[in-house]
């Protein structure tokens, strides 16, 4: 878990944020605080696994602890969980198929389309009428 997903401009606010919020005085400060609580948090909840794991006699992650990841581990079997993801694999292939067809068909369109557009006789450009415009005098 780091800052990996985070920008060079979203970085950036994110400082300029905390100049406005605490000041150049006190961001140091606020950062070293920000990081010792992360810190704690993070031990607090490694102690909290390893207490689970010793009370229940088993290695238990903290990614375990997310009610998918638990019932997919624990509760169903591999033959369970692919007869419960089959239908949906068959909707997303159904799905695929019927995009990839209205993609070929649009680009057989675009190409039908630019090819007509390149062979065709250039139509001239004739100059429309001029209109008569009322003005507010016509319509009062």
């Known amino acids: ?20 919020i605490f ?9 070293s605080d920000g990081m010792r609580m992360l810190r704690n948090v993070r031990q607090m909840a490694r102690n909290a ?16 602890l997310h009610p998918k990841a638990f019932l997919r581990k624990h509760l169903l079997s591999e033959a369970d969980e692919a007869a419960l993801r089959r ?12 995009a990839d067809t209205v993609k070929r068909d649009a680009q057989a369109v675009a190409n039908g389309a630019s090819s007509t557009a390149s062979t065709a006789a250039p ?10 415009r009322p003005s507010w005098d016509d319509v009062t």
């Open 23 to 31: 000041g150049p005085d006190r961001l140091p400060k606020a950062i």
């Open 1 to 20: 878990m780091g800052l990996e997903n985070l920008g060079g401009w979203e970085f950036i606010v994110i400082i300029l944020v905390g100049l406005f």
């Open 123 to 132: 139509v001239p450009l004739t100059k429309p009428a001029a209109a008569v």
């Open 49 to 64: 696994t390893g207490d689970l794991s010793r009370e229940l006699g088993t290695d238990i992650q903290l990614e375990d």
């Open 87 to 98: 239908p949906l694999q068959d909707i997303v292939g159904e799905v695929r198929g019927v």
